[in-house]
């Protein structure tokens, strides 16, 4: 017993780095269920969850801005910049929580906290920044994540050696002052913060440790916070680099004779209290007045038997004892004895500071019971409640991740905006979606009577073997890698919905450009027995307006279902393949299907009360029917529905699909009969909405595509690339002698050359050479053909109508434009020029014409419903549509009627002639041979000799039958085959027969036009 | 004279999820999808988005009038400001990427602009002032910002109501709005 032995002294702490690890290996190898856990283990675990967390955060985020439609990893840092946001705010969070939990005793230590906070932001950026590099590709998530291990390790290396040094005190639980319940007096608890504080900083300043310390006992009933206290006495402590070591006073006193010690778990390895710097002794005196209770003679006792000659050990330190409740005038006596123990083999007697707890405030009395019945049934209804309430908020969840999915997936489904130009004019989708595509599919199966084409005068039906080629469409539809029914030539699969364009789940089946402009070639035997497809070229045979009706009466059959349709085409055309598609794919799109089944039936019958009965049948084929027969359309009786929605049923401006060669604006400045359009994009946004397209579906970006390379498509497609020549489509006919050819050219450079140009010799078309008359208007009453084309009701209004149904965009434009534009002149838009305001002018105009003209209906429905339209669609499209053309682009002239004289590349693909197809062939046109008035259409031969189709005059009385089973009767309105005398009169050729010879060469010299 | 800013009760987890995120989640799911059927889906979208946002705002707009400056604004509040701004954004994100085409010179030629580059400062108000709120930061000016924000969507909401006035739904939303704004003056007064 002196103090000159120093074996038990204090000792610093000192860990090394493979102790550090060795604890890492330690803790990574353990398994929890059969060893100790540890604050290292602990911390590391964190740590990883932490990198975890980010990793969710940042491909969380990614995903959703990719849903979004937004720029995603790893092309864009948003996702970077968001995740580390996220985590950053979260651990701010934790921070200001835990920061605000402090109860005030004690300072709060928010340096130490902070530090956590930001080691744990620090983690978690770094799972941000992992998880965003892993989106990058191997070569970047390799770098980077090489680059984050080292500073990962290197920062870990001071906390963990923090966790071991605590976790070597032996401390029951981890506590901070800071948190301490306001169980002492203010100034005790300054003391007591003092003497932390001058420990800390004495154990920092000193190389080796100091001996003696003060002696701390801590005092109070149970509950009152004595051992959390001298847990945060550790802790403190213990986080400032000070070796602590925790006890019971039952256990130090097992442990007093040397070398004895507790070394606690085998992973852990407590500091031997020998060596400690502060020493915690808990439950000296339990006051329980059992047999474990000691009174102070008793301890003092104890310690002086058990500890004998170590007894100046326990002074060696700074101690903190933790007595159970004691009176004052005890407590002192406590104090007292303690100070004495620990004074012993000491230099001088040790600083004590008692401190004396205040009894816990009294728990909260239990609240009483309500009445028995209220009490059960409130709790029922409150637990239903609870339940139901998060019933509703899981559903709604779930309903709100299921919307974003899909507005996500919509980008999947949507059609593409890159199809090549040849592509987009056969398959693009042009936002003329009919009817699903498994309906279109099984047609032969679902069509019924409708799709029967029985010719008007009986007779076996038009049997072809598919419901498509009986109306006259031809094989080579859009491609269908998974879809095992294929569909014509001139049908677009698209996942959108008809009239809106919105990209849903289930495959929906359309028009596209090349419905109506391919031409099925074939030739009897004697010609060679030709059969091809020549796209660009107008059809011959389809009939596109009967397809269109006897869908509707297809689709009116009640017995039509979604289920129907997906039976016959799981039949005909395979299952569906893929578990998901079954099980939830099919059930989507049953739903989609039998919404359109309902929305077709009702629109088809709201339509019927302004456009009539859809035909049927026999009627279709019927002049007296549909009467456009096949391989011609109505257009202004549709462009009249869909943009005046006026009936147009009067409107007999028959009008077959022309050919589309060679359509670049030097050669063709105007397109259409008439010329009343100058930009082959407009043209074909036009014939697109004229077809039944909505402006809400041209506007989007793929159907947007599809019609500009469409029409690009068109102003190149000529023999020079795809089209086939005469000669080479009909190798076996003569292609003439160069003296017919000669002549022919002869003839046609002096009668035809004017109005149409002519090819040069190297294949391209010269518009200047003799072409005096080229692209100019050729009157009525010079031309003499059937004027329902260009004679319409509301013919005058149209343009303008059409101009206001797409607004320009609100920029006003930055420079000036020049362009022609359809009086064949050029047109000047000034910089600064407004199109929105140019277009309400316009609406101005049309009033007034209105007014003018004394139509006050007419007046009523500009200044009313068409401002009211136009406002909607300028809010519709607020940067302008996507297809807005500029004005005069389209226009009517009512002082120049006629028909508009263009180039006619690949005149032989241009039968039969004239723009409502009443001349079957080129001989007829030329007057060689006589005009037929009557003759059956459908599904023609194509005779090379005389340029034309083989249409046969029905007998007196008789039908047409099967494959032309319509009869085109040119006495009908609309129908006239008159006019077009060129270059002479029937009656002139008839007389003489040298001129006979002429056009028998200008034929020949035709055919290499 | 000193103002008293009292707490206010905060609700339950369950009930400030019931009130706000289920109107929030099932608004959502019918601006994204309700609209597939509609005949314009990106215009249906947008349009359906603001009114959702001005529903969302009416009673985010009620409590601040009420309590502003007088007590807590509330966890509901907070909750009901920041899914009104969450529909908001979907609104402005659609508006600008879809029916805009992302052209700001669009935005500017479309709605003059000052109506524009108010709408913006509103919404980068409205924007920092959430993130006060959910940082908890105080002071004067937090409450500038919340004020200029609030009385800010407040103005915009009346002029569109006037604007779209012809329009039933759009009339019978701005005035749900400023009845929410002017109960919440109504009931602050009362209690004054």
């Not at chain 1, 072409?771 to 004027?787: C, E, K, V």
């Amino acid at each position: 017993m002196t103090k000159d032995d120093h074996s038990c002294d204090p000792k610093k702490i000192q860990i090394t780095v493979k102790q550090v690890l060795d604890q890492v290996g330690r803790d990574l190898f353990d398994k929890e269920v059969a060893s100790a856990a540890t604050y290292s283990y602990l911390w590391i675990a964190d740590q990883m969850g932490h990198i975890g967390l980010g990793l969710v955060v940042v491909f969380l985020a990614s995903w959703i801005l990719y849903f979004l439609n937004l720029p995603t990893a790893p092309d864009s840092y948003w996702p970077l910049y968001i995740g580390a946001a996220a985590v950053s705010y979260w651990e701010f969070s934790a921070y200001r929580t835990y920061a605000a939990m402090t109860t005030g005793l004690f300072p709060a230590g928010k340096l130490l906290l902070a530090r956590n906070a930001v080691i744990a932001a620090f983690y978690m950026v770094a799972g941000v920044v992992a998880g965003f590099a892993w989106q990058g590709g191997e070569l970047m998530a390799a770098v980077v994540t090489l680059s984050l291990v080292p500073a990962l390790v290197i920062l870990a290396f001071p906390w963990l050696r923090q966790k071991i040094v605590w976790q070597k005190a032996g401390l029951p639980f981890l506590f901070r002052l800071s948190n301490a319940s306001p169980t002492i007096s203010r100034s005790d608890a300054r003391d007591l913060q003092n003497l932390i504080e001058a420990q800390i900083k004495e154990s920092r300043r000193n190389m080796d440790a100091v001996p003696g310390g003060p002696v701390i006992i801590l005092s109070g009933p149970l509950g009152a916070g004595k051992t959390s206290m001298a847990c945060g006495i550790g802790t403190e402590c213990a986080f400032g680099d000070v070796k602590v070591r925790y006890t019971t006073f039952e256990k130090l006193l097992q442990m007093a004779p040397p070398p004895a010690d507790d070394p606690g778990p085998s992973n852990i390895i407590y500091w031997p209290w020998r060596d400690s710097e502060l020493l915690i002794v808990d439950d000296i005196d339990t006051e329980t007045k059992t047999t474990l209770d000691v009174d102070v003679k008793t301890f003092c006792d104890l310690v002086d038997r058990v500890f004998g000659n170590e007894e100046h050990c326990l002074g060696r330190r700074t101690t903190v004892w933790v007595l159970g409740p004691k009176k004052s005038a005890d407590l002192a006596k406590w104090s007292d004895a303690i100070g004495k123990i620990c004074a012993k083999g000491q230099e001088r007697p040790p600083q004590v500071l008692a401190i004396e707890f205040t009894p816990p405030p009294p728990a909260p009395a239990p609240i009483k019971p309500a009445p028995t019945t209220p009490v059960l049934s409130t709790s029922l209804v409150g637990k239903v409640s609870r339940i139901a309430g998060w019933a509703i908020v899981v559903l709604s969840t779930l309903l709100l991740a299921t919307s974003l999915w899909w507005l996500g997936a919509e980008r999947g489904w949507d059609s593409r905006a890159d199809l090549s130009e040849p592509d987009a004019f056969r398959y693009g989708t042009l936002g003329l979606e009919l009817a699903p595509y498994k309906l279109v599919a099984v047609l032969d199966q679902l069509g019924g009577d409708a799709f029967k084409r029985i010719p008007p005068g009986g007779g076996a039906p038009m049997n072809t073997g598919h419901w498509w080629s009986d109306f006259g469409f031809n094989a080579g539809g859009p491609p269908t890698p998974s879809k095992k029914c294929p569909l014509p030539l001139g049908f677009s699969i698209s996942s959108l919905l008809p009239q809106s364009a919105t990209p849903v789940p289930v495959d929906f089946a359309g028009l596209t450009c090349a419905a109506c402009h391919s031409q099925r070639v074939h030739t009897a035997p004697q010609f060679g027995g030709v059969d091809r497809v020549v796209v660009g070229a107008g059809m011959t045979a389809t009939d596109v307006i009967g397809f269109g009706d006897a869908l509707k009466q297809a689709v009116a059959n009640p017995a039509l279902t979604a289920d129907l349709i997906q039976t016959t085409y799981a039949k005909q055309c395979g299952e569906s393949e893929g578990f998901w598609q079954r099980v939830i794919g099919d059930k989507v799109e049953a739903i989609f299907i039998s919404q359109w089944i309902s929305g077709f039936r009702a629109t088809t019958l709201s339509d019927s009360s302004k456009y009539d009965l859809p035909f049927h049948g026999t009627a279709l084929l019927e002049a007296g029917g549909i009467g456009a027969g096949p391989a011609r359309t109505r257009p202004f009786r549709s462009v009249v529905r869909n943009n005046l929605d006026f009936p147009g049923a009067t409107n007999l401006a028959y009008s077959k699909p022309p050919a589309i060669f060679e359509q670049s604006r030097d050669l063709r400045p105007q397109s259409q009969y008439d010329g009343s359009i100058v930009d082959t994009v407009t043209r074909s946004l036009i014939a697109a909405y004229t077809s039944g397209a909505t402006q809400a579906a041209l506007n989007r970006e793929p159907i947007a595509h599809n019609v500009r390379a469409a029409a690009h498509y068109t102003e190149t497609l000529g023999p020079r690339n795809e089209v086939p020549t005469f000669a080479k489509l009909f190798p076996a006919v003569s292609a003439g002698d160069p003296a017919t050819l000669a002549q022919g050219e002869t003839v046609y450079m002096a009668h035809c050359a004017s109005c149409h140009g002519h090819r040069r010799a190297d294949g391209t078309w010269d518009v200047v050479t003799g072409a005096s008359a080229i692209h100019r208007t050729a009157p009525l009453s010079q031309m003499g053909t059937d004027p329902a084309r260009v004679t319409f009701r509301y013919a005058e209004i149209l343009p303008l109508s059409l101009w206001l149904a797409f607004p320009g965009s609100p920029e006003p434009l930055p420079a000036a434009q020049r362009g022609p534009v359809c009086d064949g002149k050029t047109q000047e838009l000034p910089a600064g020029y407004d199109a929105l305001a140019q277009q309400r002018t316009a609406l101005d105009y049309l009033k007034v014409f209105a007014g003018f003209s004394g139509d006050n209906v007419l007046y009523q429905y500009w200044a009313g419903r068409r401002t009211d339209d136009f406002e909607q669609a300028r809010r519709e499209f607020p940067a302008g549509h996507a297809l807005a053309f500029g004005p005069k682009l389209v226009c009517y002239d009512t002082t120049h009627l006629g028909y508009y004289n263009n180039p006619i590349p690949v005149a032989y693909l241009r039968a039969p002639y004239l723009h409502n197809a009443s001349v079957p062939t080129m001989r007829e046109l030329l007057n060689l041979d006589e005009r037929p008035a009557q003759f059956c259409r459908g599904n023609n031969l194509y005779d090379p000799v005389t340029m034309g189709l083989v249409a046969e005059t029905p007998a007196a009385g008789a039908h047409c039958g099967a494959p032309t089973p319509f009869l085109f009767d040119t006495t009908l309105p609309g129908n006239s085959n008159a006019g077009h005398d060129y270059p002479w009169t029937r009656a002139q050729v008839a007389a003489d027969p040298n001129l006979k010879a002429d056009l028998e060469a200008l034929i020949v010299y035709l055919r290499t036009q | 004279m000193t103002t008293k800013i009292a707490a206010a009760a905060p609700p339950s987890t369950l009930s400030q999820l019931v009130l706000t995120w289920v109107p929030f989640s099932l608004g959502m799911t019918f601006v994204i999808l309700g609209a597939v059927i509609a005949p314009d889906v990106p215009h249906a979208r947008t349009q359906y988005s603001i009114r959702l946002a001005l529903l969302l705002a009416a009673p985010a707009l009620f409590l601040f009038a009420r309590d502003f400056r007088r007590r807590e604004l509330g966890a509901l509040w907070k909750s009901y400001w920041t899914a009104a701004f969450a529909a908001y954004a979907f609104h402005l994100w659609y508006g600008y990427e879809i029916m805009f085409r992302g052209d700001w010179a669009a935005v500017v030629a479309s709605q003059g602009e000052a109506t524009a580059l108010i709408n913006l400062a509103i919404t980068a108000l409205w924007a920092v002032d959430i993130g006060c709120a959910w940082l908890d930061l105080k002071g004067r000016i937090v409450d500038i910002i919340r004020a200029v924000a609030h009385v800010g969507l407040l103005a915009a909401a009346v002029m569109a109501t006037m604007l779209f006035f012809r329009n039933n739904i759009a009339a019978g939303i701005g005035g749900i709005v400023t009845l929410a704004a002017v109960a919440g003056l109504i009931q602050r007064l009362r209690t004054t």
